[in-house]
């Protein structure tokens, strides 16, 4: 099982990213993905959850109306893009899955598999 999430950099406040997520080793329709994110010194947090019927999505109310998550299941990737980008978001941006149905955005301690992160500086 694989994860690996990709597309971060540094961009100025304002711009935006689109952070990619390449899933190998399972069956992605089979699971639900969080995005998540941790900044220096701060503990890992929910940024978006995306479940595997592709109904429904949630957002954090930090990045909401400005981040969107979608998913391709046949190329088996998952997407995060981040609009409007602020200082704030600077974190390493992490992809997971879980095989549990939720209608919010899971804890981390409750998703399966993880992937390395990614990094995303907003800075000018």
């Known amino acids: 099982v694989q994860l690996q999430a990709s597309g971060g950099g540094l961009v100025q406040p304002g711009g935006s990213l689109r952070l990619s997520c390449a899933a190998s080793?399972?069956?992605?329709?089979?699971?639900?993905i969080g995005w998540f994110r941790q900044a220096p010194g701060k503990e890992r947090e929910g940024v978006s959850y995306?479940?595997?019927?592709?109904?429904?999505?949630y957002y954090a109310d930090s990045v909401k109306g400005r981040f969107t998550t979608s998913r391709d299941n046949a190329k088996k990737m998952v997407y995060l893009q981040m609009n409007s980008l602020k200082p704030e978001d600077t974190a390493v941006y992490y992809c997971?899955?879980?095989?549990?149905?939720?209608?919010?955005?899971?804890?981390?301690?409750?998703?399966?598999?993880w992937g390395k992160g990614t990094q995303v500086t907003v800075s000018s």
């Open positions: 080793g399972f069956t992605l329709s089979y699971y639900g």
């Open positions: 997971a899955a879980s095989g549990q149905y939720y209608y919010w955005i899971p804890n981390p301690q409750d998703m399966d598999y």
């Open positions: 995306i479940s595997s019927s592709d109904v429904n999505t």
